[in-house]
């Protein structure tokens, strides 16, 4: 209601803004790539609750960091490598790269034994939107073992 309101004001000000940060992100998005995934811990044997460090490269091109939001996504491991029950965690940018491209980091720390994995996304970040996931603008890293998350053993 809020939120509603607050893009209600000034005779649609601040929808009319969101609309065209929306079409910002609409024209720029393909240009997003998390271009490396690394972490000391990938195939690796880890002990239960500890940290899993996990750094991103990530090119934005004309989209600048404080307008998305990285995401370490991480949970236990199906049998086909695939995230269950995953939680998500917003890494934080580390330093600008130079061309567009920039680094973030994170960590999470596996609750329970057995595999883990991992992935991160990149989705929009702007306090007026209601919702972050919109439709054609999420962007995951692509693994080489297409649709297989990183993994760490507990």
């Known amino acids: 209601h809020e939120k509603g309101a607050k893009l209600s004001r000034d005779g649609l000000a601040e929808s009319r803004g969101l609309a065209q940060r929306i079409e910002h992100y609409r024209h720029n998005w393909h240009k997003i ?19 899993v460090r996990v750094t991103a490269t990530v090119r934005l091109a ?8 990285v995401q370490l996504y991480h949970g236990s491991l199906g049998a086909l490598g695939e995230l269950l029950d995953g939680n998500a965690l917003t890494m ?4 600008d790269l130079g061309d567009g491209r920039h680094e973030f ?8 034994s057995g595999q883990h994995g991992f992935s ?4 929009p970040s702007d306090a007026r939107l209601v ?16 649709g297989v ?3 760490a053993r507990v």
């Open 120 to 123: 991160v996304r990149v989705i």
């Open 62 to 69: 004309d989209i600048a960091p404080g307008q998305v939001q």
């Open 92 to 95: 934080q940018h580390t330093r």
């Open 131 to 146: 919702n972050p996931f919109i439709p054609g603008l999420i962007t995951w890293h692509n693994d080489a073992r297409e």
């Open 149 to 151: 998350a990183e993994e």
């Open 105 to 112: 980091g994170g960590a999470f720390a596996p609750a329970h």
């Open 33 to 51: 790539e998390v271009e490396r995934v690394d972490s000391q811990s990938t195939s690796a044997a880890v002990s239960v609750r500890s940290l």
